[in-house]
């Protein structure tokens, strides 16, 4: 059974386009936690050609719930700390989306642009089939925690979710070491 059969939501749908000193990333869909693993390989994997300056196309992107927040967020830390032209730039987020950034204190951690560039030929990146429970609890936990370091206001929003995602995690490995 996919992982989005237990969450009853769709991930949302990558497209990557290359132009060599930096990429374009649309997002199109409900970025969601099922999304975030995925997104954090293609970034990863583009990061290990030598980019570090990064496009998302958020002009599609409905929504994003705060495990990919989460994960934008810490990637776009780990970007900035390699050298002063990484990290994210956001192209024409969404009502939503934009409102959701606001509310976090995290909308000032990212620029802006009002350009693609190049940008015409983005390649759709292949969803992972099946998501490990784990990798995912682990994805989110670390998500939620990089939100309130960003914003200690988050605190009080993610608390209860932070200790959930702790003690699911505890209990996944024990089932897992026990096998």
């Given at each position: 059974?996919?992982?989005?059969?237990?969450?009853?939501?769709?991930?949302?749908?990558?497209?990557?386009?290359?132009?060599?000193?930096?990429?374009?990333?649309?997002?199109?869909?409900?970025?969601?936690?099922?999304?975030?693993?995925?997104?954090?390989?293609?970034?990863?994997?583009?990061?290990?050609?030598?980019?570090?300056?990064?496009?998302?196309?958020?002009?599609?992107?409905?929504?994003?719930?705060?495990?990919?927040?989460?994960?934008?967020?810490?990637?776009?830390?780990?970007?900035?700390?390699?050298?002063?032209?990484?990290?994210?730039?956001?192209?024409?987020?969404?009502?939503?989306?934009?409102?959701?950034?606001?509310?976090?204190?995290?909308?000032?951690?990212?620029?802006?642009?009002d350009s693609?560039?190049?940008?015409?030929?983005?390649?759709?990146?292949?969803?992972?089939?099946?998501?490990?429970?784990?990798?995912?609890?682990?994805?989110?936990?670390?998500?939620?925690?990089?939100l309130i370091d960003a914003?200690?206001?988050?605190?009080?929003?993610?608390?209860?979710?932070?200790?959930?995602?702790?003690?699911?995690?505890?209990?996944?490995?024990?089932?897992?070491?026990?096998?």
């Amino acid at each position: 059974m996919g992982a989005e059969l237990v969450v009853g939501i769709a991930p949302a749908k990558l497209y990557v386009a290359d132009l060599g000193k930096r990429a374009v990333v649309r997002i199109s869909g409900r970025a969601n936690c099922l999304s975030s693993v995925p997104f954090k390989r293609v970034i990863n994997g583009l990061v290990e050609r030598g980019r570090r300056a990064f496009t998302l196309d958020l002009s599609d992107c409905q929504l994003m719930d705060s495990t990919f927040l989460g994960v934008l967020v810490g990637l776009n830390r780990t970007l900035g700390q390699a050298g002063s032209t990484g990290g994210f730039s956001l192209y024409q987020p969404t009502e939503p989306v934009r409102v959701l950034l606001d509310n976090l204190g995290i909308l000032e951690l990212f620029g802006t642009t009002d350009s693609l560039g190049q940008a015409g030929a983005a390649e759709s990146v292949e969803q992972v089939a099946a998501l490990d429970k784990t990798d995912l609890t682990r994805t989110s936990l670390d998500a939620h925690q990089t939100l309130i370091d960003a914003n200690p206001g988050n605190e009080a929003k993610f608390k209860e979710v932070t200790r959930f995602l702790e003690e699911d995690l505890k209990q996944q490995e024990a089932a897992d070491s026990s096998d």
